[in-house]
């Protein structure tokens, strides 16, 4: 079984390789029209990023795994409804992205484009949404001090915030998800510190996470 430690650094794995490819996906010249689902990449290189982005997400969720297992959320109620949501988003978000990859020569108007970007929407809220609930979970423990007790919540705020941003113009949402990758970044960061971990009745002791 992997330790608490172990799951943050997938995260932080997770985080930098989401963040570096927002970046390039945001600053890359064009290769092809922006009216083709594969913009800015052409097909070949779009399923190379496609699965960039599949790889990071699912190392992300080792942090809301990390989250759950370091007890920092302790036994409040949002805790396991916030990871089973947070999970089951960037499930959808890796579904979607695999899904992505079999319209690599679509234009964006077609009605395949349109089901997944419905799909990416309904992603984008449980990603989003879940993290809000854990993150108020972890807040109120006190189990983190500082920044740290406010990253999970971060992670879900910013998402449902940028959503506008990322349904927008396509720099301007590339840039908020690569702010996004940044936070899962954090969080990955927060999982290798120790920590005080929370009792069946909340009462905050100070323990160290098991290290690897």
């Not at 009216?35 to 990023?49: E, K, N, T, V």
């Not at 993150?135 to 879900?156: D, E, F, K, P, Y």
């Not at 990955?188 to 905050?204: K, N, Q």
């Amino acid at each position: 079984m992997m330790t608490v430690r172990t799951l943050g650094r997938l995260c932080v794995a997770g985080g930098l390789i989401g963040a570096a490819g927002g970046l390039v996906t945001a600053f890359v010249p064009p290769a092809v029209a922006a009216d083709r689902f594969s913009y800015p990449y052409p097909p070949g290189w779009f399923l190379g990023a496609q699965t960039v982005f599949l790889v990071s997400h699912v190392l992300m969720a080792a942090g809301v795994l990390g989250v759950l297992r370091a007890g920092v959320a302790g036994p409040d109620r949002f805790a396991a409804r916030g990871g089973v949501v947070s999970l089951a988003g960037l499930a959808t978000l890796s579904a979607c992205e695999a899904a992505a990859m079999f319209l690599l020569n679509a234009s964006m108007s077609s009605a395949a484009v349109g089901w997944l970007n419905a799909g990416y929407g309904l992603a984008a809220l449980l990603t989003g949404a879940g993290p809000v609930l854990l993150g108020i979970a972890v807040a109120r423990t006190h189990a983190w001090r500082g920044w740290r007790r406010w990253i999970v919540l971060a992670c879900g705020v910013e998402l449902l915030a940028a959503m506008p941003a990322i349904a927008g113009p396509f720099l301007a949402g590339r840039l908020a998800l690569t702010v996004w990758a940044a936070l899962y970044t954090a969080l990955g960061i927060a999982l290798s510190r120790p920590a005080v971990t929370v009792s069946a009745r909340t009462v905050p002791t100070l323990v160290y996470q098991e290290l690897p």
